[in-house]
Each structure stands twice: as structure tokens, then as C-alpha cells.
């Protein structure tokens, strides 16, 4: 099993940058590929980005892409989410999740993330 912590979050205005960070403990944190997903006011829960084991793939929403990027230092256990271009409809809690079913492709679905953190809540002012 592995706990995952995520920080980083607050209240930003449109078009600033915000770094998001998820601490990792537990079980060896290079067995899992990482994921961000986002759940804004009212909304379903949403993909946001994932990266591989080693960091070397990452894959991206739409709706982030070009905006947002995922690394990760196995050193730190901990994955970040780069967000810069920040729009009002970036508000939500961005949670990070971790996963095995990655075999093939990098999963953009929920069901396939077994460990999740608690989330930090992200509001882009405009």
C-alpha cells in the first residue's frame, strides 16, 4: 500500500503558475505510474495528466495541455504538477492517485487508480 499527501494548492489569480506537489510513502514508489485528476464544484471527477514509472511518458487532457506538466524525482517519492496559464475553470481539488494498470498506455479513468490522496483545493480567481 502506498499514502500519497498532496500540497501546494491555494488562491491564484488568472494566469499565474502553481506547483503541486504529492508525497509518497510506503510500498517502493517507482512500481507505480502517477496520475493528477481534478473534481471542480459540482463536477465528476477529471483526468488531468499522467506520467510513467520512470517520468519518461507523460500523456495530457486537452484541456491542459500545453499548460500543465507532470515530473517526478523517485528520489523524493514525489510527483508534482506544474500548472502555469491558470484560468478560472482550473478551480477544483487536484488529487493524485497511483497506479499499476499501466502496462500499455498510461489510464485516464479513476477506476483504474488503486491509491489516492486527499486532495488540494486549487481557485483561479479571474
Known amino acids: 500500500q502506498v499514502q500519497l499527501v498532496e500540497s501546494g494548492g491555494g488562491l491564484v489569480q488568472a494566469g499565474d503558475s502553481l506547483r503541486l506537489s504529492c508525497a509518497a510513502s510506503?510500498?517502493?514508489?517507482?512500481?507505480?505510474?502517477m496520475g493528477w485528476f481534478r473534481q471542480g464544484p459540482g463536477k465528476e471527477r477529471e483526468f488531468v495528466g499522467a506520467i510513467s514509472r520512470s517520468g519518461e511518458t507523460t500523456y495530457y487532457a486537452d484541456s491542459v495541455k500545453g499548460r500543465f506538466s507532470i515530473s517526478r524525482d523517485n528520489a523524493k517519492n514525489t510527483v508534482y504538477l506544474q500548472m502555469n496559464s491558470l484560468k478560472s475553470e482550473d478551480t477544483a481539488v487536484y488529487h493524485c492517485?497511483?497506479?499499476?494498470?499501466?502496462?500499455?498506455?498510461?489510464?485516464?479513468?479513476?477506476?483504474?487508480?488503486?491509491?489516492w490522496g486527499q486532495g488540494t483545493q486549487v481557485t483561479v480567481s479571474s
Open positions: 510506503g510500498r517502493t514508489f517507482i512500481i507505480y505510474a
Open positions: 492517485a497511483a497506479t499499476q494498470f499501466d502496462k500499455f498506455v498510461l489510464p485516464n479513468q479513476p477506476n483504474r487508480y488503486l491509491y
